[in-house]
C-alpha cells in the first residue's frame, strides 16, 4: 500500500507565503514523477506544479514565478513553497505521484488534500 501525506496548509493574508509538503510512504519502489494538484469550490482540478523524477518542473501560468516545487527523492518528500498568494489561489491542494509499487504495479496516488485560504 502506499500513502501520501500533505501537510502545511492554512490561512494566509493575500500577499502571503506558505509552503506545503507531501510525504509518500509504503510499498514504494521508484517514483518517476510528483505534482501539485488544487480545486476550489465549483471547479476541476487543476495541475499547480509537477517535477519528474530527474527534476523538470512545469508550472500553469498561473503561479509561475510565484510556486517553486521541489523534491527530495531520497525522502520520497515533495514541496511546494508558494509566494505572492492571492485569494484565487484558495483551494485544496493534492499531491499526486506516479510510481512504481514494490509487486512492479505502476499507478498514480493522492494524498488527502490540505486546505489553503487566502484572505484578509
Known amino acids: 500500500q502506499v500513502q501520501l501525506v500533505e501537510s502545511g496548509g492554512g490561512l494566509v493574508q493575500p500577499g502571503g507565503s506558505l ?8 510499498s514504494i519502489r521508484s517514483i518517476n514523477s510528483m505534482g501539485w494538484y488544487r480545486q476550489a469550490p ?39 513553497q508558494m509566494n505572492n498568494l492571492k485569494p484565487e489561489d484558495t483551494a ?15 499507478g498514480s496516488y493522492w494524498g488527502q488534500g490540505t486546505q489553503v485560504t487566502v484572505s484578509s
Not at 19 to 26: K, P
Not at 93 to 105: R, V
Open 19 to 26: 509552503r506545503l509538503s507531501c510525504a509518500a510512504s509504503g
Open 92 to 106: 485544496v491542494y493534492y499531491c499526486n505521484a506516479d510510481l512504481w509499487s514494490t509487486d512492479f504495479k505502476y
Open 42 to 80: 465549483g471547479k476541476q482540478r487543476e495541475l499547480v506544479a509537477g517535477i519528474t523524477r530527474g527534476g523538470s518542473t512545469n508550472y500553469p501560468d498561473s503561479v509561475k514565478g510565484r510556486f517553486t516545487i521541489s523534491s527530495d527523492i531520497a525522502k520520497n518528500a515533495m514541496y511546494l
